[in-house]
């Protein structure tokens, strides 16, 4: 469909999505698996550049100590799960975000997952993981003070552990109903088209995403210009 579109998703709403239904937090997130799964497929299909997925915010080191535990349970165990089909599909899977605080097991996963994709030429899957734009932009700065390189988008992928630099995001989509950003990609989404939804991340899936993608193909982007 296109040759650069940068999908970028905050997967929001899995406790929200638990709660109605009598459940822990937790079956939440396990219910978001698979969306995810279900996008990506879709993601594929329509051939999309990048998609970005925003899985773990550095602010949510915050929450319950057995919430952060399940949710690091879930990506252990994923990762390497997803890696296989990620090579069937020629996915290139990188992760981006701190990789200092993380558990052990999810480092040697996300380790596995990149090294085993790297080879992918099909759709470029990054999975943002205690991650802050915040913290990036402030580590980005501090690159280049250290290293008197004045290229900020090198930078920035240095910053939060990307492999390349990356196309800005294009379509910006937030499930769950809050229209923010939390400190995903601030830099990235200067000229993003915002798409807002109430559906929770686990009621989202293929056939939401091609909505999303339908409604960005209505919008008219001028990046500050004239139209002609
Ligand atoms: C998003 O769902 C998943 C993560 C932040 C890890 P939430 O857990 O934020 O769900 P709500 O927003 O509380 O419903
Ligand atoms: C943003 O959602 C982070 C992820 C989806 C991973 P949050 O649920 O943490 O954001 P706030 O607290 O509503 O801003
Ligand atoms: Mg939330």
């Known amino acids: 469909m296109n040759d650069s579109l940068h999908v970028a998703i905050i997967m929001d709403g899995?406790?929200?999505?638990?709660?109605?239904?009598?459940?822990?937090?937790?079956a939440g997130h396990h219910a978001g698996v698979k969306s995810l799964r279900e996008v990506v497929e879709v993601a594929v299909q329509r051939q999309i550049h990048t998609l970005t997925?925003?899985?773990?915010?550095?602010?949510?080191?915050?929450?319950?100590?057995?919430?952060v535990t399940a949710l690091m349970r879930i990506l252990a165990a994923q990762l390497p799960a997803q890696t296989a089909r990620c090579i069937r599909q020629n996915i290139r899977l990188s992760i981006i975000?701190?990789?200092?605080?993380l558990p052990e097991t999810v480092l040697q996963a996300i380790l596995y997952a990149e090294a085993r994709t790297e080879k992918g030429t099909g759709l470029h899957?990054?999975?943002?993981?205690?991650?802050?734009?915040?913290?990036?932009?402030?580590?980005?700065?501090?690159?280049?003070?250290?290293?008197?390189?004045?290229?900020?988008?090198?930078?920035l992928t240095h910053a939060y552990n990307a492999t390349c630099p990356v196309p800005d995001v294009d379509l910006l989509i937030r499930t769950g109903?809050?229209?923010?950003?939390?400190?995903?990609?601030?830099?990235?989404?200067?000229?993003?088209?915002?798409?807002?939804?109430?559906?929770?991340?686990?009621?989202?899936?293929?056939?939401q995403l091609d909505v999303a993608l339908a409604a960005f193909r209505q919008r008219q982007r001028r990046f500050g210009a004239v139209p002609v």
């Open 177 to 207: 109903g809050e229209q923010r950003l939390s400190d995903f990609l601030l830099w990235e989404c200067a000229y993003a088209e915002f798409y807002f939804t109430p559906e929770y991340w686990p009621d989202f899936g293929g056939a």
């Open 14 to 26: 899995n406790g929200r999505w638990a709660r109605e239904r009598g459940l822990p937090r937790t």
């Open 97 to 101: 975000g701190r990789r200092d605080r």
């Open 53 to 67: 997925l925003y899985a773990f915010s550095s602010d949510n080191w915050q929450r319950p100590k057995s919430e």
């Open 125 to 155: 899957l990054r999975l943002a993981l205690d991650y802050s734009a915040r913290d990036a932009l402030v580590r980005a700065a501090q690159y280049i003070r250290s290293n008197g390189n004045g290229d900020f988008t090198h930078a």
